[in-house]
């Protein structure tokens, strides 16, 4: 296995984060480690350092975990992304594998797999966590061929907004945090209640657990 010089460790969860932080750092391979539990923080820090691997949550504020891996691919498709998830059904590896995600691991099995799913990804061969049937997935993918998840009618900014507004951000901090006007974060607010045809914030709350956006925590 090569040389992971930097590796980006991304969990929302601090616990998680220095539990998995603790094992990485005892493989001899395993160079600088940063760590961020925001998605838009995953995005920038990549831009800033080109990391080797990039350990992902999918569950993520600011920027959800499979938006991450499509906007890193898009910046550096060389760098090898593993997602964790707490999320075992096929429609999740599907839609990870869509986006170019590397590897897949439960995050229940995390802490037994671990080394074994970044040796795998780094040696260029896609990993997907033991508790998961390959066939199951392919079947699910093939199933749905053609097919579109609820989710993809929106564009990726369209997205990243739900997902804000879904996490309680109110239209100006959302503006803030992705440096544009109220008005443009207004203007995608009503093409998506539109494309989705909902028109009201709790109804978009629900819509962004169901499709994965965020985690219900009730």
């Given at each position: 296995?090569?040389?992971?010089?930097?590796?980006?460790?991304?969990?929302d969860h601090?616990?998680?984060?220095?539990?998995?932080?603790?094992?990485?750092?005892?493989?001899?391979?395993?160079?600088?480690?940063?760590e961020t539990?925001?998605?838009?923080?995953?995005v920038?820090?990549?831009?800033?350092?080109?990391?080797?691997?990039?350990?992902?949550?999918i569950?993520?504020?600011s920027?959800?975990?499979?938006?991450?891996?499509?906007?890193?691919k898009?910046?550096?498709?060389?760098?090898?992304?593993?997602m964790?998830?707490?999320h075992a059904?096929?429609e999740?590896?599907?839609?990870?594998?869509?986006a170019?995600?590397?590897?897949?691991l439960?995050?229940d099995s995390?802490?037994?797999?671990?080394a074994?799913?970044?040796?795998?990804?780094?040696?260029?061969?896609?990993?997907?966590?033991q508790g998961?049937?390959?066939?199951?997935?392919?079947?699910?993918?093939?199933?749905?061929?053609?097919?579109?998840?609820?989710?993809?009618?929106l564009?990726?900014?369209?997205?990243?907004?739900?997902?804000?507004?879904?996490?309680?951000?109110s239209?100006?901090?959302?503006?803030?945090?992705?440096?544009?006007?109220?008005?443009t974060?207004e203007?995608?607010r009503?093409?998506l209640?539109?494309?989705l045809g909902?028109?009201?914030?709790?109804?978009?709350?629900r819509?962004?657990?169901?499709?994965?956006?965020?985690?219900?925590?009730?």
């Amino acid at each position: 296995m090569k040389q992971i010089e930097k590796l980006i460790l991304a969990d929302d969860h601090t616990l998680v984060r220095e539990g998995i932080k603790t094992l990485v750092q005892a493989m001899p391979e395993v160079g600088q480690i940063f760590e961020t539990g925001d998605g838009l923080e995953v995005v920038t820090l990549t831009r800033q350092i080109s990391p080797t691997l990039i350990v992902l949550d999918i569950t993520l504020p600011s920027l959800n975990g499979l938006e991450v891996v499509e906007r890193v691919k898009q910046q550096n498709s060389d760098v090898k992304i593993l997602m964790l998830s707490m999320h075992a059904g096929p429609e999740y590896v599907a839609r990870a594998w869509k986006a170019g995600a590397d590897g897949y691991l439960i995050k229940d099995s995390a802490f037994e797999e671990l080394a074994t799913a970044i040796k795998t990804v780094m040696n260029n061969v896609r990993y997907l966590s033991q508790g998961i049937d390959e066939e199951v997935v392919q079947r699910f993918i093939k199933e749905k061929d053609g097919l579109h998840h609820e989710i993809d009618i929106l564009t990726p900014r369209q997205r990243q907004i739900l997902q804000l507004i879904a996490e309680g951000v109110s239209t100006k901090d959302i503006a803030d945090k992705l440096c544009v006007s109220v008005k443009t974060v207004e203007s995608h607010r009503a093409q998506l209640m539109d494309r989705l045809g909902i028109h009201d914030v709790p109804g978009l709350v629900r819509f962004a657990i169901r499709v994965g956006l965020i985690q219900n925590d009730s």
